[in-house]
Structures are given as C-alpha cells and as structure tokens.
C-alpha cells in the first residue's frame, strides 16, 4: 500500500484543502506532523464549509482515524474549540476517530504573549506571525522547557514543568516590559483542559505502525509551504518547523521509508502572506487583479495576500529539497482572462545569471527575476475535467511548467470543487 505526504511547495495556501480532501476520501490515517493552529484549510463537503486549522482533514470523514503527530506544537484551548465547532456542525469525534501523540509539546497562552509582543517591538525586524505563539512553542520545545501532553496526567509532574517554563519566561518577559506569568491561573486552565487532551492522548508512533502493518494507507498531511521551512525556507522570514516532506517521519514517528509518494501543491502563480523576500511579486495592477481573481485573503488572520508570477526557480528549489514525486497544480482558472502570462525562469544577481535561490537573506532580497512570457488563453479552463477541455496555450503553459521545475504534474485543479480536477495518476495507486 502507497502511503502519501502532502505538503505545499511555496509559501503556504497553495490550496491543500481540497487536495487533502479528495485524498483523504482514499485514505484510512490522516495525519498532522508539523505546525499548529496558523494553518487554514477549508473543506467544502456536499455544499458544508468547515475551516480547520489544527486538527487533520480526516476528522470531517467518518470512519477515518485523524492524528496530531508529535511535531505538531498544540493550544490546549483551540484544540478543544475546533472539536466543539465541528461538532455543532454534526462531525462526529470521539477518541477512536482522534488521537493525539503524547509528546506533543503545548503552546501555551504566553507564547502566544510572546509572539505578539517581538512583533509589536520596533527594535527587531517584523516576521509577520500569525500571533499564534508557534516560534516561541517550537523554541520551548528545543530549549527542553515544554509542557507536553503527557505531563498534564500527573499534577505533581505539570507543576515541575510550568516552573521550569517560568524560570525562562517571566526573565524574557521583564525584558519585554510584560507582567511576570500568573502561575496559579496557568495551571488552574491546564488541569481544567487536562482531562478533555488525555482522552484523545495516544502513544502515535505505536497506533500507526500497527496501522502500517495492517496494510492502512497513510496520508501525511503538511501545513504552510516549503519556502516557509525554518532550514531551507526564506529565513528569518519563516515559520518555526520544517514544512518539507522529510518532517513527515520525524513529526509522527515514523521511519523515512513511510512515505512513498510526495504530492507538492503548487499554485499556478505565487502568493505569500507576511515580510520577506518574493522575486517575482507583482506590485501593480496584475498583483492587484491575481489577488482580486483568487480571492487571495489568509484563511486565519484574513490579511491580503501579495501575489506574483509562478516562480519556477523556487519551485523547482522546493521539489527537490521535499522530494516531490508530482506535483498538485491548482487554481490554474485564475489565470483566465489574463491577456499574457509570465513564469520566473531564472534570477539575475551582480551581472550574473542564477537558477536557484540563494540563501543569504540579502541576495534573496536583490535577486532579479529573469521572465518567459506566455500568451494568454480564450475562453475558460474553470471547470475543465479533462485536458481536452483546456485552451492549447493552458496546456503550453503546464507543460512549460512540468520541463523548468522538473516535475509532473499528478493533478491538475480547476475550481474548488473537488471534482473539477484531472486526475493524471493516482498518487496512493504507486
Ligand atoms: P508563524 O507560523 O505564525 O510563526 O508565522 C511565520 C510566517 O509563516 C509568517 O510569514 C506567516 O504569515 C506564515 N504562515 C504561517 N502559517 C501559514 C499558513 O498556513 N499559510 C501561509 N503562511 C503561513
């Protein structure tokens, strides 16, 4: 049996949601391995829209097991709220449906404090977080000071914890010009959300390789995007995991040898939400229209995404650190109506031509983009099930696509209906 990852190959919101989706229709164990609750994926369900931001895909499929893996960092609280939303919206969640690894480590109210506070100060440079406390949770869990799920099943274990949080925290804090943490509230909240996270606490690594060897298809599923990667993304301005396939093993542990097949969503163009560099960002009409067409707002802060030509650079860059077997390439419709189409193929650097992104944040910052133009196509590949419903210079502009990232294409989405897709292989088939 194929088990397959799923992860976004540029800066996140490539439109997973409805790829993960018509996946985990096909698959038994959806699983979380890395990020938190910045994520936003929308699944629209026979015309029922649920927004999850933490919890796996799966949950809304009945007879699915849906797994938080240790690399994810988990609030206690939003955890407990998204399970009560989609329960008011009739998804049923018990602790045979969920399971949630025991070394996940929390993300705690004053990470969340903290978040805020580096990128409200004027004396660092803004990453434009999500606010959501992640950098401070993941820097918790590196720094050995993380509560995890586990240590809320023993309050004499918890307060030895909190205290070793503290010791680092309310230093950090007097810097900062917060309040010292209020340690009785902490631990009060934690041993009311204790019992509700030990219901669904399972030791994950265990549950799925009994799933593997019982034949069960796996499906990995990543959040953000690979340039958001704390190794191999635009650094600083990243989140604080690795975005990238190998994660997949580490963050739920599994072997490397669990996933064979990578699926990297790809947009048909480029978006980013927050600072840092973007080469082929388009800050004039065309960027305006792109965002306009794709409806590019953040699906949890609801900020206006930038948006640019597709960079086959990067793309390609990504494919190949995540190992990329095809590639999903979505929103491809809003392209319609465009009269001339450019794809990055190159960067230009102090006179010298490049085919990569370099690493220093600097050059990213200066790199030129080097651009093919492409005409436009009539009519509209909305809707298109099939190659034959699409424009010739649609399909050029694919295909193009396929030769400079060095990488076919698997899927081809057309709307977001699920079934507005052309399907070129079936990734859990291999
Ligand atoms: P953090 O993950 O909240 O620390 O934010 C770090 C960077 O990642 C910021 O640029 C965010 O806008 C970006 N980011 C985090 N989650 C997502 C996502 O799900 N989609 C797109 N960008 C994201």
């Known amino acids: 049996m194929a088990n397959v990852c799923v992860v976004g190959a540029q800066w996140g919101d490539e439109g997973k949601g409805k790829i993960v989706d018509w996946l985990s229709e096909r698959a038994d164990v959806i699983a979380r391995f890395q990020g938190g609750h910045n994520a936003g994926h ?20 009945p007879g699915k097991l849906s797994v938080i893996g240790n690399g994810v960092v988990l609030d206690p609280w939003a955890f407990i709220k998204e399970i009560e939303v989609l329960r008011g919206q009739g998804v049923d969640i018990s602790p045979e449906s969920l399971m949630l690894a025991e070394n996940t480590p929390l993300i705690l109210p004053l990470h969340g404090e903290l978040d805020r506070a580096r990128e409200e100060s004027t004396s660092v440079a803004k990453i434009g977080t999500t606010g959501r406390g992640i950098g401070p949770a993941y820097e918790d869990k590196v720094g050995r000071r993380s509560v995890r799920v586990a240590d809320l099943a023993d309050p ?30 902490l631990l009060k909240g934690l041993s009311e959300v204790a019992p509700k996270l030990l219901e669904y606490a399972a030791p994950v690594w265990r549950v799925l390789a009994a799933r593997r060897a019982a034949g069960a298809r796996i499906l990995f ?16 301005f990243v989140t604080s995991s690795n975005t990238t396939a190998g994660m997949a093993a580490t963050g739920t542990g599994m072997g490397p040898d669990s996933v064979d097949f990578t699926l990297g969503i790809v947009k048909a163009y480029t978006t980013r939400v927050g600072e840092g560099p973007f080469p082929a960002e ?15 707002f953040g699906t949890v802060t609801g900020r206006k995404r930038r948006c640019g030509w597709f960079d086959a650079v990067l793309v390609r860059q990504t494919c190949q650190i995540s190992g990329v077997s095809g590639i999903a390439l979505t929103k491809l419709d809003v392209l319609d109506t465009f009269e001339e189409l450019k794809i990055c193929v190159g960067y230009r650097i102090d006179g010298r031509e490049i085919d990569y992104l370099p690493t220093a944040s600097e050059e990213q910052a200066r790199v030129e983009p080097i651009y093919e133009t492409f005409e436009g196509w009539p009519g509209t590949t909305a809707g298109a099930r099939s190659w034959s419903d699409l424009p010739a210079q649609a399909i050029k502009y694919v295909r193009r696509i396929e030769e400079l990232i060095d990488c076919p294409v698997t899927l081809l989405s057309t709307s977001p209906e699920r079934d507005d897709t052309i399907l070129v292989r079936d990734p859990f088939a291999d």
């Open 42 to 61: 929308t699944l629209v369900i026979d015309g029922k829209v649920f927004k999850l931001s933490l919890l796996p895909s799966g949950i809304v499929r």
């Open 156 to 185: 004499a274990t918890l307060e030895l914890r909190i205290d070793r949080l503290l010791t680092h925290h309310d230093a950090l804090r007097r810097g900062l010009g917060l309040e010292p943490v209020d340690r009785d509230a």
């Open 221 to 236: 599923e990543g959040a953000q995007g690979a340039l958001l990667d704390v190794d191999f993304g635009t650094y600083p």
């Open 282 to 296: 388009l800050q004039d009409e065309t960027g305006q229209r792109l965002g306009e067409r794709g409806h590019e």
